[in-house]
């Protein structure tokens, strides 16, 4: 089992940047596959981005692609997810999941673990 903790969410100007972390306890992060999801008031929980155990294989929602990028550090049993170019329609609140699939999977039901969510709030 794991538990994840978000962070790095916060209000920032169109065009800005964030930095969203989310930290993983126990031993075998290295294990786990890991995505980011958002959800913004009254839509569906979106996917975002997901990387595989060893950090090779990634993949992200077109809206973001060339603005977000995903990273991991498994000596830190942290997942990172950069948020450049930022857009009003990017407000959500941000979730970071965990399964053990070998590939990174884009479909929210198929993630075992979830943090609590860290709120990004574009301005324009």
């Known amino acids: 089992q794991v538990q994840l903790v978000e962070s790095g969410g916060g209000l920032v100007q169109a065009g800005g940047s964030l930095r969203l972390s989310c930290a993983a306890s126990g031993r075998t992060f290295s294990s786990y596959a890991m995505g980011w999801f958002r959800q913004a008031p009254g839509k569906e929980r979106e996917f975002v981005a997901a990387?595989?155990?060893?950090?090779?294989?990634?993949d992200y929602v077109d809206s973001v692609k060339g603005r977000f990028t995903i990273s991991r550090d498994n000596a830190k049993n942290t997942v990172y997810l950069q948020m450049s170019s930022l857009k009003p329609e990017d407000t959500a609140v941000y979730y970071c999941?965990?399964?053990?699939?070998?590939?990174?999977?884009?479909?929210?039901?198929?993630?075992?673990?979830w943090g609590q969510g860290t709120q990004v709030t574009v301005s324009s």
């Open positions: 990387i595989s155990r060893g950090g090779i294989v990634i």
């Open positions: 999941a965990a399964n053990r699939l070998i590939t990174p999977a884009t479909t929210a039901q198929l993630y075992d673990y």
